[in-house]
């Protein structure tokens, strides 16, 4: 089964850090590119980091450049988001989703709050 | 950054009804290469974002073929020929032609 799995989600203080990983099965990880999109409770979808499938390219968005890194293992299968700095409005459910002509596969999420 | 504009934000609809939802970008989402990066994506209550839809009219594989996509340049419809109860949820396009990708804010289809 193709599957996405994140975690390290929790509750963290602000200007703490985390580190989410998403593990991905039943697929050549390897080939893909990968992007971190997060959703703010009650909220629409963010893109916020992507990169690609040797870690040559990576790209931010504004909101959390300087602050998010990106990366992922290919010999793991696994990709990660380090999230450094964190505010309340950082708050969401971010999800690791899969690039094939862009987001056609999707984590259940893992859930980042940052409490104001 | 590419505004990803739709309408209606909520849609009420009767079951066994069509329904039809409107996104705009501010932009030519026309890439370099002649295709045209807009996905469809529907988020069911509770549930993580499913694509249904790629470059503009192109069905996800498992998804039902009442749902179909088309436009472009700027003007995008999704279209449900006949609405059923398990499309109860959020509709987002988003593009993906520029950097930053960006979504439209969401059409919450319910049913009446």
């Known amino acids: 089964e193709v599957l996405l799995v994140e975690s390290g989600g929790g509750l963290v203080q602000p200007g703490g850090s985390l580190r989410l990983s998403c593990a991905a099965s039943?697929?050549?990880?390897?080939?893909?590119?990968m992007n971190w999109v997060r959703q703010a409770p009650g909220k629409g979808l963010e893109w916020i980091s992507y990169?690609?499938?040797?870690?040559?390219?990576?790209y931010y968005a504004d909101s959390v450049r300087g602050r998010f890194t990106i990366s992922r293992d290919n010999a793991k299968n696994s990709l990660y988001l380090q999230m450094n700095s964190l505010r309340a409005e950082d708050s969401a459910v971010y999800y690791c989703?899969?690039?094939?002509?862009?987001?056609?596969?999707w984590g259940q999420g893992t859930l980042v709050t940052v409490p104001s | 950054d590419v505004v990803m504009t739709q309408s209606p934000l909520s849609l009420p609809v009767t079951l066994g009804q069509p329904a039809s939802i409107s996104c705009r970008s501010s932009q030519s989402l026309v890439y370099s290469d002649g295709n045209t990066y807009l996905n469809w994506f529907q988020q069911r209550p509770g549930q993580s974002p499913r694509r249904l839809i790629y470059?503009?009219?192109n069905r996800d594989s498992g998804v039902p073929d009442r749902f179909s996509g088309s436009g472009s340049g700027t003007d995008f419809t999704l279209k449900i020929s006949r609405v059923e109860a398990e499309d109860i949820g959020v509709y987002y396009c988003m593009q993906g032609t520029y950097w930053p990708r960006t979504f439209g804010q969401g059409t919450k289809l319910e049913i009446k």
């Open positions: 989703t899969r690039d094939y002509y862009i987001f056609d596969l």
């Open positions: 990169i690609n499938s040797g870690s040559r390219t990576i």
């Open positions: 039943g697929f050549t990880f390897s080939s893909y590119s």
């Open positions: 470059k503009v009219s």
